[in-house]
């Protein structure tokens, strides 16, 4: 329990502390760090979404048409409803939690356990200016970045793909996307896409520079635990927005009082 309360405490103390440096991601090497993290999270990762993302948006329209007798109306709205709102984000967020989150997590422990950290400070290098901030906000842009490319690419394989499996046209699926899409859809994945790169980066980083000790065997510690607690997250956070929005929790068993 207490383990708890200082992990909680501490990821609040990061929060602040992220936030209240954003004007230093204008420094030069910090600015560097940034734009690697990026990179490193966001476009090295694209490659590796599109078939996938592509395979998911014509499952959803297939699935819906064909095996539940759907028709294209149903289908369109289901696959906004799971692409944008759900399946785009979290696909993103898994992404982001098994390249960036064991990689963050693994450098800054291992920075901390062979005194790297150790010898930023007696450099006057803040801690949280250099490792920090830019692998918070690098990974929360490069979350959002790939929630919009799999939302995307997953929409427009359906489109272009689907019509080959369920006896419905291209321009049919189309035309009833842009009739039903709203743009609180899009401001929707938004925000949970900026919020599940904030708690996985964050999430990494305060476990990679709090290892349970300083010896080799903390590194694949601080990665299990890391890892694990950012897919919690990332689960709390949905299930949040998904009671706020829709009103229902743990599939239905918990609803609001609407």
């Known amino acids: 329990m207490l383990q708890a309360l200082r992990e909680i405490e501490g990821g ?17 090497p910090i600015l560097d760090q940034f734009l690697r993290q990026i990179y490193f999270t966001g476009v090295t990762a694209a490659g590796g979404v599109i078939p ?10 297939a699935v819906m048409m064909d095996m539940l007798d759907a028709d294209v109306d149903l289908a369109v709205k289901i696959l906004l409803l799971m692409v ?10 898994l992404v982001v939690i098994l390249r960036t989150g064991t990689a963050v997590s693994a450098e800054v422990a291992m920075m901390r356990v062979t005194g790297q950290t150790r010898a930023l400070r007696y450099l006057g290098i803040d801690l949280y200016d250099y490792i920090v901030l830019p692998r918070v906000v690098g990974c929360m842009l490069a979350t959002l970045a790939l929630t919009f490319y799999v939302q995307f690419i997953a929409v427009a394989g359906g489109l ?19 009739d039903l899409f709203r743009p609180v859809d899009f401001f929707y994945s938004t925000i949970k896409a900026l919020l599940f790169g ?38 709390l956070i949905n299930a949040v927005f998904a009671y706020l929005v829709f009103g229902v929790l743990f599939f239905g068993l918990v609803k609001a009082n609407v």
């Open 12 to 28: 609040i103390q990061l929060s602040l502390n992220v936030a209240a440096r954003l004007p230093r991601l204008r420094r030069a």
């Open 52 to 61: 996938r993302a592509c395979g998911l948006g014509v499952i959803i329209i």
């Open 84 to 93: 944008f709102r759900e399946i785009g984000p979290l696909a993103a967020a």
């Open 160 to 178: 272009i793909l689907s019509p080959y499996i369920i006896e419905a046209s291209f321009w049919e699926l189309t035309n009833r996307l842009f």
């Open 198 to 235: 904030f708690a996985i980066a964050a999430c990494c980083c305060w476990h990679g520079l709090n290892p349970p000790d300083l010896t080799n065997n903390a590194v694949p510690k601080v990665v299990t635990k890391a890892v694990t607690q950012s897919m919690m997250l990332v689960l």
